[in-house]
């Protein structure tokens, strides 16, 4: 069973993805002379290669693929051989556990079942959607890409990893999971859980994260899908097997069960700590396993002064009407929570003292991948400074989502803050206020 390539274009440089697998192929292999066999020959001269493939990576492939179909994860909501929804879900899961993803993706899929859908939904109603997830960033790109693919591709989703790496937010990687779950393109991923495994399997010197690292990761991977799908063995059968019992649409090609199969090891068995060598599949092949040093790969790029994280302040203004309310409006596009609803930002509180009665009503610490954040919520008795007119009183007839799709403010009941795109920190905070206590000028207590 060979899965089909077709040469298509990159994102940057626009050369064809076939050739940058080449490149893959050649670029700074890991050597595991000894590894795959008992030959003290270079791999290259090995008389065993059939159609270039090395049976020792061909062994190593089909017994991943094996463990797959019978110990690796099955039945998620995403496994289907739509590339629309498979994109959907990795960009989902980019840096977000595959628990919480879980109830976000079938939220999002039900909203907007087809690229056009998600095309021509307010960016409102999708970050909404997609608040708690983090990262939103991802969202924006989300939102891109579908409307690049309804306004140039005519609704059609790319299904090969040349079409797909073009798209918004998507790196080759990812591109290379869709195609292969969908199309069957023998296209291989070298995300982090691949660089941790192959890391390990070689025994990697240099460290996996650096641009020779991932280029080594990447080249015995890709090595690694070619050698399986020209001497897949009795692996074809086995995915043919399986995806007869398949519901219609749900069936996986032989290229992404490896692909699978490698995302799977990496989180479940071969993880950063205590890693389950003893129930490894491919443990006859590791070389860290053999020697029982696991743990000390992927390598570590030499230690440097640490740099201390960057801190940032941040003062929110918790203005109410008379209904109870609170006053929120947009975040701006640059920044922290572009795009999402939130509390009005206040000047540094002891710049704003002298301008405004504030009284402290809680602080939280939180953390972003990249910024230490500490929040302080601030009873004001008016809206800051050019929201006074703008600010719309609270209708519970009217649609939050319409209100911030126009850019207004306006006061938003407390009781539907669960329904907002709003920042995870900001949300736990405001469901910590009384949705239906009225508030006057000067009532707010302290906290």
Not at 74 to 92: A, F, H, K, Q, T
Not at 210 to 215: D, I, L, V
Not at 224 to 247: F, T
Not at 277 to 299: E, T
Request: glycine fraction near 8%; charge should be positive.
């Amino acid at each position: 069973m060979t899965a089909s390539r077709q040469p298509s274009a990159r994102k940057s440089p626009k050369t064809p993805a076939a050739d940058a697998r080449t490149r893959a192929r050649r670029s700074a292999p890991i050597h595991l002379t000894g590894l795959w066999c008992e030959r003290a020959a270079h791999c290259a001269a090995c008389p065993d290669r059939v159609l270039g493939a090395c049976p020792g990576e061909a062994a190593f492939a089909r017994a991943l693929v094996l463990w797959q179909l019978s110990e690796g994860r099955s039945g998620l909501p995403w496994m289907v051989r739509d590339p629309y929804r498979r994109w959907v879900s990795e960009i989902m899961l980019q840096q977000t556990q595959v628990s919480v993803v879980i109830d976000y993706y079938e939220r999002f899929i039900a909203r907007f079942p087809s690229v056009q859908d998600l095309a021509r939904a307010p960016e409102a109603e999708v970050l909404s959607l997609w608040s708690g997830l983090g990262y939103y960033a991802r969202a924006a790109n989300l939102m891109k890409a579908a409307r690049r693919v309804a306004a140039e591709l005519g609704g059609v989703f790319p299904e090969k990893a040349g079409g797909l790496a073009q798209l918004p937010g998507v790196g080759e990687s990812t591109a290379a999971a869709v195609a292969s779950f969908c199309s069957g393109e023998a296209a291989a991923i070298f995300d982090g859980n691949v660089k941790r495994v192959l890391s390990r399997v070689g025994m990697l010197q240099t460290p996996a994260t650096s641009a020779a690292g991932t280029a080594a990761v990447r080249s015995l991977s890709q090595r690694l899908m070619d050698s399986l799908c020209s001497d897949p063995g009795e692996a074809a059968e086995a995915v043919r097997a399986r995806n007869l019992k398949a519901a219609p649409g749900c069936e996986t090609p032989l290229a992404g069960v490896f692909n699978q199969a490698m995302m799977d090891l990496g989180a479940t068995l071969c993880t950063l700590r205590n890693p389950g060598c003893d129930r490894c599949p491919v443990r006859q092949w590791c070389r860290a396993a053999q020697k029982g040093a696991a743990a000390l790969y992927p390598v570590k790029k030499p230690a440097s002064a640490k740099k201390p994280r960057p801190h940032m302040e941040l003062a929110l203004a918790v203005v109410r009407d008379a209904e109870g309310g609170v006053l929120l409006t947009v975040r701006p596009a640059d920044g922290i929570w572009p795009g999402l609803l939130c509390l009005p930002q206040l000047d540094p509180p002891a710049a704003s003292g002298s301008r405004r009665a504030l009284q402290l009503l809680g602080a939280m610490p939180h953390k972003l991948t990249h910024l230490d954040l500490t929040l302080s919520f601030y009873a004001v008795s008016n809206p800051p400074q050019g929201l006074a007119s703008a600010a719309a009183p609270t209708d519970a007839g009217a649609s939050s989502l319409q209100r911030m799709q126009a850019g207004a403010a306006g006061y938003f009941a407390l009781d539907g803050v669960d329904g907002l795109p709003l920042p995870e920190p900001v949300k736990r905070f405001l469901k910590t206020m009384s949705p239906r206590q009225r508030r006057r000028p000067g009532a707010h207590s302290g906290a």
